[in-house]
């Protein structure tokens, strides 16, 4: 899963940053993304698409890849998602999270990346970067990014849970399994629900 890491570094590139986002499809909460850069390429952990690993696999990875590398994590709240449409703001939440990595850097630091995007959102950036269809299962950065935002999403929503019991986010993290739809149709949305959703708007 090096591959792309290797060949940019190969051309010049002192930093290689993977970029992935969680929880485009859900009726409830943020999207999350993260940037990732690697300091160290082995792990003791399994580094994959996060929707390979199971919860436990991902939560002992993201211990180990807060340890080993740089991130960055950007947040976009449900109500700017319903502002700007859930492409737009998965753009914006992956470029706070680059923002947010390269805020870590020193100056001297902040040139020659090269960003390696999951999939095919295209970045507002002045940084050079490459879209990879599948990303988070042909690029370590990435997949660890992956990771990343998956665990701090499923955290977030964790927490709603206990603000907002009645809904079962510790469950479903916000997708629309149906007690969530069951439970919308009771309940009607929460300041949390992403009202312009199919399954959310009535």
């Known amino acids: 899963m090096l591959y792309y ?3 940019f570094k190969k051309k010049g590139y002192a930093l290689i940053v993977g970029v992935d986002e969680a929880g485009r499809g859900p009726l409830a909460g943020p ?3 993260a940037a990732v850069a690697l300091k160290r390429s082995r792990f003791k952990n399994r580094i994959d698409d996060s929707k390979k690993l199971t919860a436990s696999q991902r939560e002992r990875a993201f211990k180990e890849i807060v340890e080993k590398c740089l991130f960055g994590i950007g947040l976009i709240d449900a109500r700017m998602i319903d502002s700007v449409n859930i492409a737009v703001a998965t753009r914006l939440a992956m470029e706070k999270a680059v923002s947010a990595l390269i805020n870590k850097l020193i100056p001297s630091q902040r040139n020659d990346i090269h960003i390696l995007v999951d ?3 295209k970045l507002v950036t002045h940084l050079p970067f490459t879209n990879i269809i599948r990303g988070d299962s042909k690029s370590k950065s ?3 990014a ?3 935002a998956k ?4 955290r977030i929503m964790s927490s709603y849970d206990k603000i907002y019991p009645q809904y079962g986010f510790l469950e479903h993290k916000g997708y629309g399994t149906e007690r969530h739809r069951l439970a ?3 309940l009607g949305p929460c300041p949390i629900h992403r009202i312009h959703f199919r399954g959310v708007k009535r």
Request: a positive charge.
């Open 5 to 7: 890491e290797r060949r």
């Open 31 to 33: 999207v999350t993304a």
């Open 119 to 121: 999939g095919q959102i």
């Open 142 to 144: 990435i997949a660890c």
């Open 146 to 148: 992956s990771i990343i």
């Open 151 to 154: 665990v701090t999403r499923d």
């Open 184 to 186: 919308l149709q009771k």
